[in-house]
């Protein structure tokens, strides 16, 4: 099975991250086109995916092979190069991308600054310049930016068959759970009628219970919220005066409650709330 997709590999020159963002007519693409590995490289291997192409030219990276030399080395040693297509990005920001001469209509793909893009069985090319565009002029996180280049993509017509699956990951040393590993974000909708759209909500998610608080985004605990996040979890049975009085019993009732909800990683001790926490309570339980 051909996999017609679109895909970006990008370089973040800011903090060093490096990802692929994919959308494709294809069950589950995120388990054949992206690879990475912080500090080294992105790509993403598609259209009749030589999966091989990952681990390997992730290798030759880090061996200190340019992408132009990677993909010529990889192709030179493939019988079925022509089929293929493949984007490559490295720690530098240094891109290239290949297209088969056999890769189904339409097919073909573009590099700039920091990024490659590339898509096969596609409308037209005006998707992969939607995507290059939009990530050109797009500020944010790195899984922020080329997220709204996938939609714009799709906005653009994406994958002639339809849509199904979409994936995004990003990668930065010590960036994965704990600090064991770099997958920073790796985030997969495999089988959805509008995959992109919840590939957001995931990364929405993921920003919410993985992130940090940031200083600015501190509230106090003043009477008013005391009394909400009490409603709020008193009518979840927890054992909760609802009298705007933010005590040691609300406080451990709320370490709890947010542990339930995976909000470990924005609690505060004493009376502060992240604001990114009280706007996700709002919208999931409604005001106390």
Known sequence: MTLSTFSLVAYDSANGDLG???ASKFLAVGSVVPWAQAGVGAMATQSWANT???PRGLEMLNQGMSPDQVGSAL???DAQAAQRQFGIVDAQGRAYTFTGSECSD???GRTGKNFAVQGNILVG???VDALAETFERTSGS???RMLRALAAGQAAGGDARGQESAALLVVRANGGYGGFNDR??????DDHAMPIEELKRLLDLHFLYLDKSRPEDLLAIDETVARELQSIMAKRGYDVQVNG?????SQKAFRKFGGVENLEERLQEGPFIDTVVLKFLRERFGKG
């Open 20 to 22: 692929i963002a994919v």
């Open 52 to 54: 091989s192409y990952g």
């Open 75 to 77: 192709t030179a040693t």
């Open 106 to 108: 339409w097919a073909g």
């Open 125 to 127: 090319a005006a998707v």
């Open 142 to 144: 790195l899984a922020e």
């Open 184 to 189: 920073y974000l790796d985030l997969r909708v």
């Open 245 to 249: 009085v933010w005590d040691d019993a």
